[in-house]
């Protein structure tokens, strides 16, 4: 049973147009969201987060919005770079009373920004 | 100050073989983690530790074994090394539980 869900494998988006990527989950406790963006051969790195008591959050050309009442979460990247190109992987974490507050990670979403 | 470093970068093993992966990290975090990531998939948390000498178990940990002496080092010990625990190994540290993660550069293992 996979409690985060990123139904879209791949994304291909041209330079300077809006890049949307989408993540679903299951499991009403989680409580802290966040997104990583991963390039080939190195380690995931944080790129922005959200906590369930808000529907959004912004860091420069990053935001992140949270549908509670969807289970649906966004990250929405203005305008997109060649550079934004890696895997993105959007991430959950439950309170200390659900699942120990572990986090649990979706499959991930390839990003292709096309000059 | 390096952040999260994990060694060997890329390991070949026999069936049967033993190995450790190595994690230290130099940012003080009590929150330490060890994932796997198959190709096409996510990461699976394999086991956490909250602090020096207090680990437990994640989703996937069976064939794996871990040790907590330090704050800094995170050890990951594989025995009887089997096929499908051909993967890629990152190692992660938190300063608070469940946030921002800091991952390591990761250890491709293969198990012929």
């Known amino acids: 049973d996979q409690q985060v869900k990123q139904n879209s494998p791949s994304l291909s988006v041209q330079e300077g147009r809006i890049s949307i990527l989408n993540c679903d989950y299951t499991n009403s406790m989680f409580d802290y969201f966040l997104w990583y963006k991963k390039y080939p051969a190195e380690g995931p790195t944080f790129l922005i987060s959200?906590?369930?008591?808000?529907d959004k959050n912004e860091d420069g050309r990053f935001t992140v919005f949270l549908n509670k009442s969807a289970k649906h979460l966004s990250l929405h990247i203005v305008p997109s770079q060649p550079g934004d190109s890696a895997v993105y992987f959007c991430a959950a974490r439950g309170d200390l009373n659900t699942n120990a507050g572990k986090s649990t990670f979706g499959d991930g979403t390839t990003l292709t920004v096309k000059p | 100050n390096a952040g999260v470093t994990q060694t060997p970068k890329f390991r070949i093993l026999k069936i049967g073989q033993s190995m450790t992966l190595q994690c230290a990290q130099d940012?003080?975090?009590?929150?330490m983690y060890w994932y796997r990531q198959d190709p096409g998939m996510g990461l699976k948390l394999i086991y956490y530790s909250v602090g020096a000498g207090i680990t437990d178990k994640g989703e996937v940990p069976n064939g794996y074994n871990v040790s907590r002496s330090t704050t800094e080092d995170f050890p990951l010990r594989l025995e009887l090394a089997a096929p499908s625990q051909t993967s890629v190994y990152f190692c992660?540290?938190?300063?608070?539980?469940?946030?921002?993660?800091?991952f390591g550069p990761g250890t491709r293992l293969t198990v012929t």
């Open positions: 940012m003080n975090h009590n929150y």
């Open positions: 992660a540290s938190s300063y608070v539980w469940g946030g921002e993660q800091y």
């Open positions: 959200i906590s369930s008591i808000k």
